[in-house]
């Protein structure tokens, strides 16, 4: 009866275990929705910003996906937190030129934007 008992109790700790390690697994993906500056309604598609944005967004370790709202002015991140976190990610868009949540834009990546990207 003990011995029963005692091989109860152990599978039921490994399966609480495992239960445990299978939850914290989703809490590695995160979503953060970070207020920027956006001055002009086609930055997805400028030659310069557009695809200077895309290409440094993605080279963020960590980051999976990205999606910028123009009319919102917000850009909406998926990232590992095991890789980054949001304030390397907020960093990383201030040096594109853009502010990010209270992360102001670096004055040198603003000035190198096209115009249209400035605030008028």
């Keep these: 009866m003990k011995n029963t008992f005692l091989k109860q109790s152990i599978l039921l700790f490994f ?3 495992a239960v445990a390690s ?4 989703g809490k590695k993906n995160q979503k953060a929705v970070i207020k920027t500056s956006i001055h002009c309604d086609h930055c997805k598609e400028c ?3 557009g695809s ?3 290409t ?3 080279r963020i370790k960590g980051v999976r996906m990205y999606e910028l709202d123009e009319k919102n002015m917000t850009i909406t991140v998926y990232y590992n937190t095991t890789k980054t976190d949001l304030k390397t990610i907020k960093t990383a868009i201030s040096k594109l030129g853009y ?3 209270e992360v102001k834009a670096d004055m040198v990546a603003y000035e190198s ?3 249209c990207c400035k605030k008028a």
């Design 15 to 17: 399966m609480l275990f």
């Design 22 to 25: 299978f939850g914290q697994e």
């Design 47 to 49: 030659e310069t910003c």
């Design 52 to 54: 200077k944005f895309q």
């Design 56 to 58: 440094n967004m993605l």
């Design 99 to 101: 502010d990010a949540d």
């Design 113 to 115: 934007l096209d115009n």
